[in-house]
């Protein structure tokens, strides 16, 4: 690795660094922007003025703005983002009961989406202007239409209420076995994909076609190449950087979607812990989650930025 490639990326994850700080005020600010008093919802409307005052003074509520967002700022660089205000739980516990809920469906829906995603996108590259590119580019042009919401509430309402083949709520301990496994994530994960796998599929194809146009390739087609070994051996390795941002950035789409998801199947995860939150005006435990999001999708951006710069052969020799 030169020193250019290394200072691109050191400076990438400055920039990411940077960025994560800016979130976490905007994210601080955001919730306590948020209507109501979270020691009036826990006390309930017959609480004393006194009780309120005593309740917030011992949650810290009392304190200017500004210390409290340095205190929780030093508590998630220390690992401890607080306790949760109506719970009395801490959140870090709190958090990860259900983290590893929220990404063993992420993880189900990338296995599933992303390999059919780069199939379809680079095959439709391949045989771009055919029936088969027209028919794939029409069908995620409709799928991209349609909103997570209201696949999720097509799915339950067709294979959970009519056919009765899936369950209508998602629960990760069921697990036990495979048929458990796909009985349980069928319906989450297929509407979680909807959205991602299309996206991925225009981008993929946009950029295997913009590198099959590039010179090098064609001179090796021009040199005998066949058009499967001109986009697997030439055109590829050179796309590989804007496949790696295509999935990264639909990726993303997962920190959205899985929101909605979690809510409509009842999915113990995160996404659904941060709605219950906002509900409840449990301040430290939406800002942790909120961050967690942000994180995710800092990494996601960065790591195809990374990859960009890896792939890119005036970078990777002097």
């Given at each position: 690795m030169n020193n250019t490639m290394s200072r691109l990326i050191a400076a990438r994850l400055g920039v990411m660094l940077l960025t994560l700080l800016i979130v976490s005020l905007a994210v601080f600010v955001a919730t306590e922007m948020l209507p109501g008093d979270v020691a009036e919802i826990v006390l309930g409307q017959s609480a004393t003025p006194e009780a309120v005052a005593g309740l917030r003074e011992a949650m810290n509520l009392d304190r200017?703005?500004?210390?409290?967002?340095?205190?929780?700022?030093?508590?998630?660089?220390?690992?401890?983002?607080?306790?949760?205000?109506?719970?009395?739980?801490?959140?870090?516990?709190?958090?990860?009961?259900?983290?590893?809920?929220s990404l063993l469906l992420a993880g189900v829906t990338a296995a599933f989406s992303v390999p059919i995603a780069l199939t379809l996108g680079i095959t439709a590259a391949m045989?771009?202007?055919?029936?088969?590119?027209?028919?794939?580019?029409?069908?995620?042009?409709?799928v991209v239409s349609v909103p997570e919401f209201m696949v999720a509430t097509l799915a339950v309402m067709i294979f959970a209420v009519q056919l009765r083949w899936l369950p209508a709520l998602s629960f990760a301990n069921d697990v036990q076995s495979l048929g458990e496994l796909l009985r349980v994530f069928a319906m989450p994960v297929i509407s979680l994909s909807f959205v991602i796998s299309a996206q991925m599929i225009r981008m993929t194809?946009?950029?295997?076609?913009?590198?099959?146009?590039?010179?090098?390739?064609?001179?090796?087609v021009l040199k005998g190449a066949g058009q499967t070994r001109a986009v697997l051996a030439h055109a590829l390795p050179n796309a590989i950087g804007p496949i790696a941002n295509a999935v990264a950035l639909s990726l993303s789409y997962l920190l959205g979607g899985v929101i909605i998801v979690e809510t409509i199947f009842n999915y113990p995860g995160i996404a659904k812990l941060m709605v219950d939150g906002v509900a409840t005006r449990d301040m430290p435990l939406i800002q942790t989650c909120a961050m967690i999001f942000?994180?995710?999708y800092l990494v996601l951006v960065t790591t195809a930025d990374i990859c960009a710069i890896v792939s890119n052969p005036r970078l990777r020799h002097k």
């Open positions: 200017p703005a500004p210390v409290r967002y340095l205190l929780w700022l030093g508590g998630l660089l220390t690992g401890d983002p607080g306790v949760s205000l109506v719970n009395n739980i801490p959140v870090a516990t709190l958090i990860g009961g259900r983290l590893g809920n045989w771009r202007g055919r029936l088969y590119d027209r028919i794939v580019s029409f069908v995620t042009i409709c194809r946009a950029a295997v076609i913009d590198t099959l146009q590039s010179p090098y390739v064609e001179m090796a942000c994180f995710s």
